[in-house]
């Protein structure tokens, strides 16, 4: 039978994994202290900026549990529920969740570039839906946002047109073209993780929604839809995981 690993042993090599996952994905120099590394990853990792508090102790602690730089002299037990912890982050940094595999993603319906603003706003209120991918000739050309068509509408009036020319002579091409509704979306690959998806929204306080398919391109066939509202569910994905 198989012997039991100390608290100690399980804490460094929960930590080693945590050290080892940030360096390789982050492209860090091996001389790159822990706490450095920790620092500098925030900006570009969700899991850590969620747990900077704790990696940065738990450097600390790995510091204080072993002898100088020799891992296999350990020197002090760290509690279980500490041990616990690191491995979840160690579980979470290097083999996190992939958002496909959540109930997070939900199914898409799309809608041709040339129909009229009118057809769009009839379909959200038939689908619930909010965010409708909008294709032209295979490729995506953006995302029709229930509250981005009442802005555009909204200045369309106030600059003195017709709201029945809005809603049924201007297509959603139109629409989803304007600079200020390009930003709102992004594209990703069914590999994308949980982390990434936090990650994105994050980064981009304007993102509206993430639209996934197969390889990330736009010119492929999306397999299903990720959408701000979903960031609570994800972040409990991550404390449940």
Do not use: W
Request: proline share 2%; charged share 25%; net charge negative.
């Amino acid at each position: 039978m198989e012997e039991q690993k100390s608290n100690a042993r399980r804490f460094i090599e929960a930590y080693n994994k945590i050290d080892y996952a940030l360096r390789v994905q982050h492209n860090f120099k091996r001389s790159l202290s822990f706490s450095d590394m920790i620092r500098k990853a925030v900006i570009q990792n969700h899991i850590v900026r969620k747990y900077e508090d704790d990696l940065i102790d738990f450097g600390r602690l790995r510091n204080a549990i072993i002898h100088k730089s020799n891992d296999k002299f350990l020197i002090a037990e760290p509690h279980t529920d500490v041990t616990e912890k690191i491995e979840k982050i160690a579980k979470l940094v290097s083999t996190p969740p992939k958002v496909i595999e959540t109930n997070c993603v939900h199914d898409v319906f799309t809608v041709s570039y040339d129909v009229t603003v009118q057809n769009v706003i009839e379909i959200m209120a038939q689908t619930t839906y909010s965010n409708i991918p909008v294709f032209k000739d295979g490729v995506l050309i953006g995302v029709a946002n229930g509250q981005k068509i009442i802005d555009a509408f909204g200045e369309f009036m106030l600059a003195g047109g017709d709201a029945i020319d809005f809603l049924q002579h201007k297509s959603i091409e139109e629409i989803v073209a304007l600079p200020s509704v390009t930003k709102y979306f992004e594209v990703a690959s069914i590999d994308v993780t949980v982390e990434d998806v936090m990650n994105m929204f994050f980064t981009n306080r304007k993102l509206l929604c993430i639209i996934l398919t197969k390889y990330g391109k736009m010119g492929e066939t999306p397999v299903g839809i990720i959408t701000s509202s979903d960031f609570m569910e994800l972040n409990k994905i991550i404390e449940n995981y």
